[in-house]
């Protein structure tokens, strides 16, 4: 994604985009101007004009998201294109752009544990949605004699590169040991969606202790994880919950539906 020009208070922004890719919202591109100072990100260039730029690439999330959007000159951006500027070097120039000097580089270890806390409940989040996404596409392929379903394939390459994203941020805010952990994690799913989008039968035929097995080395992962994130913040394991609590579910209204009274239940 490319937005070119003069800024937001300029008179506005021509904007180079396939027709299919929707604008990013003035507003986000306001506030991403406003945090750069008008300037480019990387602290070493501060050059202009500018352009916006998806972290993880637009074609992969598919969505404009604040914390994966970051304003370059087209230099750096070109060079960010490339590959001469990696995507974590790109998370950590996002992150000095929070301090109060954008030229002073943190510590890597002085990430607030509110921040931590933030990074890995998120991808808890982006992990969990991703594994719903790749079990709802192994049902479809076990159930369905029409190859892969499209929706299906799309959406769980989607929240493949969100959890990536995720993981990111939450490696690049731990230690090395939650990095380590946090990909241990990444790759169990990863393995998992391969699997079945290889439609590997040691994968889609499991037996019930096979599962059951499987399952056991997801919880050891994330437990292993949860270890980590807690001694990085100082915390014994039992101090922080495992999973962030549900919200209370509302209560929902009746509705009466039908006249013939099927699938009446009682409490």
Same mark, same amino acid.
């Given at each position: 994604?490319?937005?070119?020009?003069?800024?937001?208070?300029?008179? @506005?922004?021509?904007? +180079?985009? #396939?027709?299919? %890719?929707? *604008?990013v919202p003035r507003p986000l591109v306001r506030q991403l101007f406003v945090e750069a100072g008008h300037r480019c990100a990387i602290p070493a260039c501060r050059a202009t004009p500018?352009?916006?730029?998806?972290?993880?690439?637009?074609?992969?999330?598919r969505r404009h998201e604040f914390h994966n959007l970051i304003v370059?000159?087209?230099n750096c951006h070109t060079?960010?294109?490339? @590959?001469?500027?990696? +995507?974590? #070097?790109?998370? %950590?120039? *996002?992150?000095?752009?929070?301090?109060?000097?954008?030229?002073?580089?943190?510590?890597?270890?002085?990430?607030?544990?509110?921040g931590l806390i933030r990074a890995y409940?998120?991808?808890?989040?982006?992990?969990?949605?991703?594994?719903?996404?790749t079990g709802n596409l192994d049902m479809a392929i076990t159930f369905s004699?029409?190859?892969f379903p499209p929706g299906n394939v799309r959406e769980c390459r989607r929240a493949a590169s969100l959890a990536r994203l995720a993981a990111d941020k939450l490696g690049e805010l731990g230690d090395e040991g939650t990095t380590g952990a946090v990909e241990d994690v990444f790759e169990w799913h990863q393995q998992w969606t391969g699997g079945v989008f290889d439609l590997d039968p040691a994968v889609l035929n499991r037996s019930r202790e096979e599962r059951e097995e499987w399952q056991e080395e997801r919880f050891l992962a994330f437990a292993r994880l949860h270890e980590e994130i807690c001694a990085a913040l100082d915390l014994d394991p039992g101090e922080l919950d495992f999973f962030e609590a549900e919200p209370a579910e509302e209560e929902l209204p009746v509705v009466a539906l039908g006249t013939r009274g099927f699938w009446e239940t009682e409490d």
């Open positions: 994604m490319r937005v070119l020009g003069r800024g937001v208070g300029g008179g @506005g922004y021509p904007a +180079r985009m #396939a027709a299919h %890719r929707s *604008k500018l352009e916006i730029a998806h972290i993880v690439p637009w074609h992969r999330v370059l000159c087209p060079r960010f294109d490339r @590959g001469e500027i990696d +995507r974590q #070097a790109m998370l %950590r120039y *996002k992150e000095l752009l929070r301090l109060p000097d954008p030229n002073r580089v943190a510590p890597e270890d002085s990430a607030p544990k509110a409940r998120r991808f808890q989040r982006e992990v969990d949605v991703w594994a719903r996404a004699s029409h190859g």
